[in-house]
């Protein structure tokens, strides 16, 4: 049985996460993708396959030209299982915080 992709799996590699920070400052051909990379042109199109896969980027055609973009709604996936985690973080700083203001008035 063939598992689908997910998510996880897409931004785990680290091509992939180069290629999602490339395009969420602008929509980008796969061409123009390649050129940033020394991989060959199909390692990165296999890369782009996979995101689109895992719906990451979406894909709009111009003309002749296909030009992909992220897909920021479905980057809410990683940001919600991420929240528990940002907050255990954040409450453990703050009492890191408390601690040395509680230190600092007792000098």
Same mark, same amino acid.
């Given at each position: 049985?063939?598992?689908?992709r997910?998510?996880?799996?897409?931004?785990?590699? #680290? !091509?992939?996460?180069?290629?999602?920070?490339?395009?969420?400052?602008?929509?980008? !051909? #796969?061409?123009?993708?390649?050129? +940033?990379?020394d991989?060959?042109?199909q390692?990165?199109?296999?890369?782009?396959?996979?995101?689109?896969?895992? /719906?990451?980027l =979406?894909?709009? /055609?111009?003309?002749?030209?296909?030009?992909?973009?992220?897909?920021? +709604?479905?980057?809410? =996936?990683?940001? =919600?299982?991420?929240? #528990?985690f940002t907050?255990?973080?954040?409450?453990?700083?703050?009492?890191? =915080?408390?601690?040395?203001k509680?230190?600092?008035? +007792?000098?």
């Open positions: 049985m063939k598992s689908r997910d998510v996880f799996q897409a931004i785990a590699d #680290p !091509t992939r996460r180069i290629i999602l920070t490339m395009l969420a400052v602008n929509a980008m !051909t #796969p061409g123009a993708i390649a050129d +940033n990379f991989s060959a042109r390692t990165i199109s296999r890369h782009i396959q996979i995101l689109t896969e895992c /719906q990451l =979406e894909q709009e /055609q111009t003309g002749r030209e296909i030009y992909y973009r992220v897909n920021a +709604n479905k980057l809410t =996936e990683v940001a =919600e299982w991420l929240q #528990p907050k255990m973080w954040d409450d453990r700083f703050n009492k890191l =915080e408390a601690i040395m509680n230190y600092k008035s +007792n000098k």
